[in-house]
């Protein structure tokens, strides 16, 4: 019996998650191409991407094996979680899900996703998001997120991406990466330190990309989270990775 086919969010995820590689590798110099369902990053990419992403489910291990490059530490999203690699010399190197938020109404930057706080808290106490506008802000959210250099400048001048930040009480309580691809808002980089992060997330990338739903890939305590916020899990993923 053949699988069934994945949920359509989960495919739009997918895409708009490429949208954000895409982007960052550009702004490194590095092409990509889309060909036989992958994206292939067209040169090394930066920490923490794919060299591969799968677009569509089912594809030959193979074929997906041998489009990732031949050097230790080389990767590939295997969006739909349905390609074994164990064979072909990778390895896993984390399961997660991907998560789906619909549209937040007009105005909800300031409400929680799905309308509800927090017990115990109320709309003045949850965090603002707030945008990243010039070099040295990105220099420091990336070096808060781990991942210093990682994010050229010019990335503030891309229109499908965002830099946010969340602050609550006058301490920074969040942050979130947002690229719009496939008429989804992809959320990646997610870093939630305070109440209210996640619950608010949906209705902050809606004001910065009206209409447009979210997607993004979340694992553990962060999916519990994102769960809990009001989030929807639509498909799983496997990251794997070159031994």
């Known amino acids: 019996m053949a699988d069934a086919l994945p949920d359509p969010r989960a495919v739009r995820a997918a895409v708009a998650n490429v949208a954000w590689c895409e982007s960052v590798c550009r702004g490194h110099g590095i092409p990509g191409s889309v060909t036989h369902g992958m994206w292939l990053a067209g040169g090394r990419p930066p920490p923490f991407f794919p060299d591969v992403v799968t677009l569509a489910p089912g594809l030959e291990a193979a074929a997906v094996a041998e489009a990732v490059p031949r050097r230790d530490g080389a990767?590939?999203?295997?969006?739909?979680?349905?390609?074994?690699?164990?064979?072909?010399?990778?390895?896993?190197?984390?399961?997660?899900?991907?998560?789906?938020h619909e549209a937040a109404p007009p105005g909800g930057e300031s409400s929680p996703a799905e309308g509800s706080l927090p017990a115990g808290s109320s709309p003045a106490e949850s965090p603002a998001w707030a945008e990243v506008v010039d070099e040295a802000a990105l220099e420091e959210w990336a070096a808060a997120s781990s991942q210093a250099g990682t994010f050229p400048p010019a990335l503030l001048a891309d229109p499908s991406v965002r830099f946010i930040t969340a602050r609550g009480a006058g301490e920074v309580v969040g942050r979130a990466a947002l690229c719009l691809g496939a008429g989804v808002v992809g959320v990646s980089n997610v870093w939630a330190g305070g109440s209210g992060v996640w619950e608010t997330l949906g209705g902050a990338a809606s004001r910065l990309f009206p209409g447009r739903p979210v997607g993004g890939y979340e694992r553990g305590a962060d999916l519990a989270e994102a769960v809990a916020a009001g989030f929807v899990p639509v498909g799983r993923l496997r990251v794997w990775v070159r031994r």
């Open 75 to 100: 990767s590939v999203k295997d969006s739909f979680g349905d390609v074994d690699l164990g064979g072909h010399g990778l390895a896993v190197l984390f399961e997660a899900e991907w998560v789906w």
